[in-house]
């Protein structure tokens, strides 16, 4: 297997690190309830995108169940372990 000559320094190291960044999250506002969004994607909070209804309201209360619910059993997991101290 090849292995490099020479250490690489410090400055070359870093100058081929310049580009790792992240990039900043594009936000744009709802036309028709006004929340943020990623452009070019259906609104989460009323479902709408481009004036057309493309998620039902009921995918999206079933998404927030599934997050409550999870809430739920973090919290749980919480209590036991704290239990398990004592």
Not at 21 to 39: D, S
């Amino acid at each position: 297997m090849p292995v490099p000559k020479r250490k690489t320094s410090k400055s070359r190291r870093d100058k081929r690190r310049t580009h790792w960044n992240l990039n900043e999250v594009n936000l744009e506002e709802c036309p028709r309830c006004h929340e943020m969004k990623l452009p070019h994607r259906a609104c989460l909070e009323c479902g709408y995108y481009d004036g057309n209804k493309i998620i039902s309201t009921s995918v999206k209360e079933i998404k927030k169940k599934k997050e409550v619910k999870e809430v739920k059993e973090i919290k749980k997991k919480k209590e036991v372990k704290e239990v398990k101290k004592k």
